[in-house]
């Protein structure tokens, strides 16, 4: 859940920063510098996203296990 609320901020920082970035002038440096901020910001909200996923589908993985297997097991 943490992990979850973090990411929601993060990605609304991006989204705000990325906001105030288009209003500059896009050639600017300072402009360009940001634009690479954001690049960076991106990168990291997908790595976290997937990271997220992971740990959700392995949360599933052990509820399928309790519950006496997965779908690959009932099938048989």
């Known amino acids: 859940v943490e992990a979850l609320a973090a990411h929601r901020q993060l990605l609304w920082t991006v989204t705000s920063h990325r906001r105030s970035i288009l ?4 050639n600017t440096k300072r402009g360009l510098i ?4 954001i690049k960076a910001e991106v990168v990291s909200c997908i790595r976290i996203s ?26 048989r």
């Open 50 to 75: 997937i990271r997220l996923l992971g740990e959700f589908l392995q949360h599933l993985q052990q509820v399928a296990r309790e519950e006496g297997g997965g779908v690959g097991e009932k099938a």
């Open 23 to 26: 209003s500059e002038r896009a």
């Open 34 to 37: 940001s634009l690479n901020w």
